[in-house]
């Protein structure tokens, strides 16, 4: 059964039917191949019960939090401060890069939008002030995976309703691990350009009082990610909640900010709209593939060959991890999680790994995907 199915969903990969699509038919081929119950009958059910989790309300609120983010103009400001806090290292504005795509991505929720709006103010410094195009791209990608790490994470809220973990103890998790993993990114950065000075543009140290004076440009980041994870944090808003509050803020600062205007609203709202769809699509017929895994047995039988197998806790968890970076080269990362997470995820958990700890692990592997050709950012 197990090799059929995976026969059958990589036949339609490869014709490039659309991922939700090739969910839903791959389900109903199993459904009609190998379960003694008429499975596909509890379709419109299990559809309406996906999409009907208030949980996933908060999906469509960060998408609209990020676009409205990305068009506010605050990137510039966030930006132009971090320039001056961070420029005296070696590479520059490579550390105002990741900076800013850490500040963003405490906010957004998503890698892209992240890497689009810190792209967007970035790129045209690249040339002008003499720094590699390849290395300065590559930190604002890498810094822009920063974004389904740092809470608010799409990502993490798309895994922990697959897997009916909690979001709150998924955020907490993922926030050390995004930070260190920036601070890495800077190190890198710091090490390539001290070893080659060619590849990063000039040093720019700003005097203290300029640091100080451009902190107040800071603010509108610090505290829109304040307001979201802070009052999930302290238990008082749910994340569907906190994302609510997190629009109606960056509402608040694009009309401080100026930016605020009907047209602008209406962009937003239709690119969140359309993004919202596609991300909806996929979930729900990933939560009918995984009813029907779980009905016709698939999770049972391929917890009995890893058994049989031998290859212990820590040897499965190398292969599947060596599985997500090959996968990565291929398909896109959202479609990548819900293809695999009903079927790794029940294996990981009777393997005695703790369902937040991967989920982190899984994100470091998207984050990775995410940036290796020949589909990333």
């Known amino acids: 059964m197990l090799g059929i199915a995976l026969v059958v969903l990589l036949v339609l990969l490869l014709l490039s039917v659309p991922i939700a699509a090739t969910l839903v038919g791959l389900g109903l081929f199993l459904d009609q191949t190998f379960s003694f119950f008429p499975l596909y009958k509890a379709m419109g059910e299990v559809f309406w019960s996906a999409s009907n989790s208030f949980l996933l309300i908060a999906v469509p609120l960060f998408v609209l939090l990020g676009e409205i983010l990305v068009r506010a103009g605050i990137a510039g400001r966030t930006y132009a401060a971090l320039d001056k806090w961070l420029s005296w290292m070696p590479g520059g504005l490579l550390h105002a890069n990741i900076g800013t795509a850490t500040l963003f991505s405490a906010t957004s929720g998503s890698s892209v939008a992240t890497a689009a709006t810190v792209g967007s103010v970035a790129m045209p410094q690249a040339k002008a002030l003499g720094y590699d195009d390849r290395l300065f791209a590559g930190s604002i990608a890498a810094g822009g995976t920063l974004g389904i790490m740092i809470p608010p994470s799409i990502n993490l809220i798309v895994y922990g309703f697959l897997t009916e973990t909690s979001i709150p103890r998924l955020f907490l998790a993922g926030l050390i691990p995004g930070l260190l993993l920036a601070a890495l990114f800077m190190a890198t950065a710091a090490a390539a350009c001290t070893l080659r000075p060619e590849l990063g543009g000039p040093r720019r140290p700003a005097r203290w009082s300029e640091r100080f004076r451009a902190l107040p440009d800071l603010l509108p980041v610090l505290g829109l990610f304040a307001v979201i994870?802070?009052?999930?944090?302290?238990?008082?808003?749910?994340?569907?909640?906190?994302?609510?509050?997190?629009?109606?803020?960056?509402?608040?600062?694009?009309?401080?900010?100026?930016?605020?205007?009907?047209?602008?609203?209406?962009?937003?709202?239709?690119?969140?709209?359309?993004?919202?769809?596609?991300?909806?699509?996929?979930?729900?017929?990933?939560?009918?593939?995984?009813?029907?895994?779980?009905?016709?047995?698939?999770?049972?039988?391929?917890?009995?060959?890893?058994?049989?197998?031998?290859?212990?806790?820590?040897?499965?968890?190398?292969?599947?991890?060596?599985?997500?970076?090959?996968?990565?080269?291929?398909?896109?990362?959202?479609?990548?999680?819900?293809?695999?997470?009903?079927?790794?995820?029940?294996?990981?958990?009777?393997?005695?790994?703790d369902p937040i700890w991967f989920g982190v692990l899984l994100i470091l592997m998207i984050e990775m995907a995410l940036i290796t050709p020949p589909v990333g950012l």
């Open 229 to 353: 994870v802070g009052s999930i944090y302290a238990g008082w808003a749910t994340p569907t909640e906190a994302a609510a509050l997190g629009v109606v803020a960056a509402l608040a600062l694009s009309v401080a900010n100026r930016t605020f205007n009907l047209r602008m609203l209406k962009e937003a709202v239709e690119s969140a709209v359309k993004t919202t769809a596609m991300i909806m699509l996929i979930i729900i017929s990933a939560y009918f593939l995984n009813f029907v895994l779980a009905g016709a047995g698939v999770t049972r039988q391929l917890a009995a060959l890893i058994d049989g197998l031998g290859f212990g806790a820590y040897g499965m968890l190398a292969c599947i991890i060596l599985l997500y970076v090959i996968l990565g080269f291929f398909i896109e990362t959202l479609s990548l999680m819900v293809i695999t997470i009903p079927i790794v995820a029940p294996v990981v958990i009777a393997l005695g790994f």
